[in-house]
């Protein structure tokens, strides 16, 4: 099928192809099956008792380790690094001396760590391998688009990491990272979904004007990680991954333009840990990447490289940081700002719904309350026209017995 090439400044340009089958819909045989059978990589507190893989201890990963207190000399030696990391939580600290010193990895789901890592034009390749694991098939990202100019924003929300490319097949790719997963994730999918192609009619219908042809629309693919997933992804404890489908209840077949993937990390984490070991069953690339975004601890890293030498160069580029305490901080504590101030956002809505839930049951039974003071009020009344007749009748009764 032929379409047209379109571009327009922070819009969305489309080489235009309908694909015949449901991309999204087809099934990963991955996720078919439980997602993890192997050995449990649960990292022990003590490093040097850590199995290294012969060809990759973790300082050839990780660089070489360094002193507590030389990481600390280093970031009392600038003002505004010491102060900023003074503002860290305890535990933020920990973390943060930890990657500093090679101990341990670094979240690499934050927004500024992730473009930096997978950023299509610097560092190409990388986000393809990754969307082809996720899509079940093999796609190439042509380029990364703005999300600025979206319509439809959320200040405050708990997405930690947004994204948008287009795929070379015109495809549009929407992956983001939410730190708690939304109540009516559905809902809010198909808003984006529909955001983004009325973006694609507005540019499309304005550069083929009349030869303007619905077929030109491409199809939108939301991906959404969850580092904390919402009670219904957890019904199904047993998957990580969820991929949506479209179908008529005849058979009829048509091409969604709207797909949706929901990835639970947290799910992941739980159904690896519940796993018995299976040291001779192999993880397979969709679980290293997996792993690769839900966990900094070392084991978890050694086994990934292990297996899939290539994400070595990754954690590579992340080790840069660890030498650059200024510019990690700045990163760092910005990350940390925007998801604190989104988690206070994010409660306080919580406690709104909550109240107003609340404040309508509350008023529900001051109803009931209200309408059963006027039964008993009615009762009450109808008591005491019973309790006169009785009287009078013991009244009648006295002047018979006298």
């Keep these: 099928m032929q379409q047209n090439h379109t571009s327009q400044q922070n819009q969305v340009s489309q080489q235009i192809h309908v ?8 099934q990963n045989s991955v996720a078919q099956q439980n997602p993890v059978s192997q050995q449990n990589p649960v990292a022990q507190p003590n490093h040097s008792s850590l ?39 305890q535990q933020e600290q920990e973390a943060f001396l930890g990657f500093c010193m090679g101990e341990r990895g670094l979240k690499v789901t934050y927004d500024p760590f992730f473009k930096y890592i997978f950023h299509p034009e610097a560092r190409p390749g990388r986000l393809d391998r990754l969307l082809s694991c996720i899509l079940g098939q093999k796609v190439i990202v042509k380029k990364m688009l703005s999300t600025e100019r979206r319509p439809i924003s959320e200040n405050g929300s708990l997405v930690i990491l947004d994204i948008l490319v287009q795929l070379t097949d015109g495809r549009l790719v929407n992956v983001e990272m939410q730190r708690a997963g939304y109540n009516f994730p559905i809902e809010r999918c198909f808003c984006y979904g529909a955001d983004l192609l009325v973006r694609q009619y507005d540019v499309v219908k304005d550069e083929q004007g009349q030869r303007f042809s619905y077929r030109s629309i491409n199809p939108v693919i939301i991906i959404v990680l969850m580092e904390e997933s919402p009670a219904l992804f957890h019904s199904i404890p047993t ?18 333009l709207q797909n949706f993937i929901y990835i639970s990390l947290d799910i992941f984490r739980q159904t690896v840990h519940n796993k018995p070991v299976e040291p001779d069953v192999p993880m397979t ?18 086994r990934i490289i292990r297996e899939f030498p290539f994400f070595q160069r990754l954690y590579q580029d992340i080790v840069n940081f660890r030498f650059k305490p200024k510019e990690l901080i ?10 604190d101030e989104n988690t206070i956002k994010y409660m306080i809505d919580e406690l709104k719904e909550q109240l107003a839930v ?28 019973q309790n ?7 009244a009648q009764l006295a002047k018979y017995e006298q």
């Design 19 to 26: 694909p015949q089958q449901n991309p999204v819909s087809q």
């Design 51 to 89: 199995i290294f893989p012969k060809n990759h201890p973790l300082p050839q990963i990780l660089g070489s380790p360094r002193l507590k207190s030389d990481v600390m000399q280093q970031i009392q030696n600038d003002p505004g690094t010491h102060s900023a990391f003074q503002a860290l939580s």
């Design 239 to 256: 998957k990580y991954i969820h991929r949506s489908r479209f179908s008529f209840d005849t058979g009829l077949k048509m091409t969604s």
């Design 285 to 302: 690339e969709l679980e290293a990447w997996m792993y690769f975004l839900s966990s900094d601890e070392p084991a978890d890293i050694l």
């Design 330 to 339: 700045s990163m760092y504590s910005e990350a940390l700002r925007i998801m």
């Design 358 to 385: 609340k404040t309508h049951e509350l008023s529900k039974m001051g109803s009931e309350l209200s309408k059963k003071d006027s039964q008993l009020s009615i009762m009450g009344s109808e008591l005491s026209k």
């Design 388 to 394: 006169s007749e009785i009287e009078k009748l013991r």
